[in-house]
């Protein structure tokens, strides 16, 4: 289940670990879940406080689109365009655009708050098929760090 605090490590096992997480709470809602991410990513170490940040950003994400949403159907994209890594997080549900241009939503405070601490952007739009894409780019640390 969810945890507070993820041990230090590389990017992969925070990702994998996220992925278990998100596998789980959207199943448990009858969604279904696209997660696409390339076979190769860099691995870069990222310390705890980088793992739990991107935790908390991805699992946010989720719970709104879980909450807001009523898409049924999840998609999030891991990408990479040197030096940084990209979290893409739509859902496919109904989208309320005064909620999203005013960004003042306490979900949406968190998600900003926890990117500001990554230092990372995050940005929200419009899905490309409907609802809400949530779009997370951080530079990585350099590999081995």
């Given at each position: 289940m969810a945890q507070a605090?993820?041990?230090?490590?590389?990017?992969?096992?925070?990702?994998a670990a996220i992925q278990a997480e998100v596998v789980q709470r959207?199943?448990?809602?009858g969604w279904l879940l696209d997660w696409q991410q390339p076979d190769s990513l860099p691995e870069p170490?990222?310390?705890q406080a980088q793992v739990?940040?991107?935790?908390?950003i991805v699992r946010e994400a989720v719970s709104n689109a879980l909450r807001?949403?009523?898409g049924g159907a999840l998609r999030i994209r891991i990408g990479h365009?040197?030096?940084?890594?990209?979290?893409?997080?739509?859902?496919?549900g109904h989208i309320d655009r005064a909620a999203l241009a005013a960004g003042t939503g306490l979900g949406m405070q968190s998600i900003r708050a926890n990117a500001e601490r990554l230092g990372g952007d995050i940005d929200w739009h419009t899905g490309t098929l409907g609802g809400?894409?949530?779009l997370l780019r951080?530079?990585?640390p350099r590999q081995g760090v």
């Open positions: 605090r993820r041990p230090p490590g590389p990017l992969s096992a925070a990702l959207v199943a448990s809602v170490l990222l310390d739990l940040q991107l935790s908390r807001h949403s009523g365009v040197a030096p940084e890594l990209t979290v893409e997080i739509t859902d496919f809400t894409q949530v951080v530079q990585l």
